[in-house]
C-alpha cells in the first residue's frame, strides 16, 4: 500500500474538502495552514463565509481577489455540504482554469450515502472526483493510522510536548484513529506529564482512555477462549463507563461481522492490510459500510489480532453468535420480553461463552 498523504491542506492547493464531525478538529487543520500561508496582518487576506448564507459563486470570486500581503487569498466556507454538487463543480473548474493565487476551503459534514451509487460521498461521487482532481478531500473519519499518528505528534508539539513515536502509536491503537477523540487524549496527556516534555508509552497506558472498539475486541477475545468471568467483567467495565446498552450491542455485533469477514478473507489467503491485494470478486461479497478490508487498511496493527480471532471460531459457531445477539437485539428494542437491558447483555455474554 502506498504511503498514506499527510494531514494538512497542501500550501499551494487551490481546493481543500476537510469532512469530518468535529469542527474543532477542522479549524485546527485550518488555522495551521493560515499560520503559514497568512502569518501577520495578512488576516485581511482571509475571508469566512457560512455555506447556508453564501454561494459557490461568491466564494470563486473572492478566492480571483488579489492577496494584499498573504502568500494566497484563503476562502474559508463552513457547512459547505448544504451547496449543490452542481454548483461546486463550476467553482471547482473555474479555479482549476484560472489557477488564482488563492486557496477555497471547504468545511462539511461527514460523508454520506448517496442513492444509486457505491461510494459515500461529500456531494455525489461526480462531484467528488472533480474536487479530488483539482484539489484534495481530506476525510477525518477515514484516517490511516500513520495520518493519526503525525497528527497527534504534531498536536502535541503545538502544546509544547514531544509525543514519541512509540507513544503515538499505542495511543492510536488505544483510541483508535478518530482526531476528536486524539484530540482530548493529547490534551490529557499534556496535563498529565505536568512540566515534562516528552510523552512516553506509559504515560499513554496510565491516561488514556481505551476506545470501546478497543474494548469491545478484548471483550470477544474473552469470549472466545470461553472465559466468562472475563467477559462479564469487561462488560460491566463498559457499562460503568457509562456506554448506552444498545450501542454497546452494536458494537459488539459488528465485532463479530468482522470476525466473520476476517474468517472468509483468511480462507481465501488474501487477509491484507493492502485493498489491492484482495480480489474483487471477494470485495464485493463483502459490506459496503463496516468493511475489514477498509478498517484494516486504516489500522494495519488490527490484521493478526482479528485472523486470531477468527481461526478461533468455525462458521457453527458464529452463526450461533450472531442468533444469540439478534436475539438480545430483539430484547433491547422490546420487541421480545425481557428483564433490565444491562441483563439482557449479560445474558447474551453468558450464553456466548457457553461452548
Given at each position: 500500500m502506498g504511503r498514506q498523504p499527510e494531514l494538512r491542506i497542501p500550501k499551494d492547493a487551490l481546493l481543500c474538502v476537510i469532512c469530518g464531525s468535529d469542527y474543532s478538529v477542522q479549524r485546527m487543520l485550518v488555522d495551521q495552514f493560515l499560520?503559514?500561508?497568512a502569518p501577520g496582518q495578512a488576516e485581511f487576506d482571509v475571508v469566512e463565509l457560512d455555506a447556508r448564507e453564501a454561494t459557490p459563486q461568491q466564494a470563486l470570486s473572492m478566492a480571483l481577489e488579489v492577496p494584499f500581503f498573504a502568500k494566497r487569498k484563503v476562502v474559508i466556507v463552513r457547512d459547505a455540504h448544504n451547496w449543490q454538487g452542481k454548483?461546486?463543480?463550476?467553482?471547482?473548474?473555474?479555479?482549476?482554469?484560472?489557477?488564482?493565487?488563492?486557496?477555497?476551503i471547504l468545511l462539511c459534514a461527514e460523508k454520506k450515502r448517496v442513492p444509486g451509487a457505491k461510494e459515500w460521498a461529500v456531494f455525489d461521487p461526480e462531484t467528488d472526483s472533480l474536487l479530488s482532481q483539482v484539489g484534495?478531500?481530506?476525510?477525518?473519519?477515514?484516517?490511516?493510522?500513520?495520518?493519526?499518528?503525525?497528527?497527534?505528534?504534531?498536536?502535541?508539539?503545538a502544546l509544547g510536548k514531544d509525543l514519541v513515536p512509540l507513544a503515538a502509536a499505542h495511543l492510536c491503537q488505544m483510541v483508535g484513529t478518530d482526531l476528536g477523540r486524539l484530540k482530548l487524549e493529547v490534551e490529557k496527556l499534556a496535563l498529565y506529564v505536568g512540566s515534562r516534555t516528552k510523552i512516553a508509552k506509559s504515560d499513554v497506558e496510565a491516561v488514556a482512555s481505551k476506545s470501546p472498539?478497543?474494548?469491545?475486541?478484548?471483550?470477544?477475545?474473552?469470549?472466545?477462549?470461553?472465559?466468562?468471568?472475563?467477559?462479564l467483567a469487561l462488560l460491566n467495565d463498559l457499562l460503568r463507563m457509562g456506554q448506552n446498552e444498545s450501542t454497546l450491542l452494536a458494537f459488539i455485533i459488528r465485532q463479530f461481522g468482522l470476525i466473520a469477514q476476517a474468517k472468509y478473507l483468511l480462507e481465501r489467503k488474501c487477509l491484507s492490510t493492502d485493498p489491492s491485494q484482495v480480489p474483487a470478486e471477494v470485495l464485493s461479497r463483502l459490506p459496503e459500510r463496516e468493511n475489514i478490508v477498509t478498517f484494516l487498511a486504516r489500522n494495519p496493527y488490527w490484521r493478526d489480532r482479528y485472523a486470531a480471532q477468527a481461526a478461533k471460531w468455525s462458521w457453527e459457531e458464529l452463526e450461533r453468535a450472531y442468533l444469540i445477539l439478534r436475539e438480545a437485539d430483539l430484547k433491547l428494542k422490546m420487541i421480545r420480553p425481557a428483564s433490565r437491558p444491562a441483563d439482557t447483555l449479560r445474558e447474551a455474554i453468558a450464553k456466548l461463552c457457553s461452548s
Open positions: 499560520k503559514e500561508v454548483e461546486v463543480r463550476r467553482m471547482a473548474q473555474s479555479l482549476h482554469t484560472t489557477k488564482p493565487k488563492a486557496t477555497v484534495r478531500i481530506l476525510d477525518l473519519k477515514a484516517l490511516g493510522v500513520t495520518q493519526a499518528q503525525a497528527w497527534a505528534r504534531r498536536y502535541a508539539k472498539e478497543e474494548s469491545v475486541f478484548r471483550l470477544a477475545e474473552a469470549v472466545s477462549r470461553r472465559n466468562s468471568s472475563h467477559a
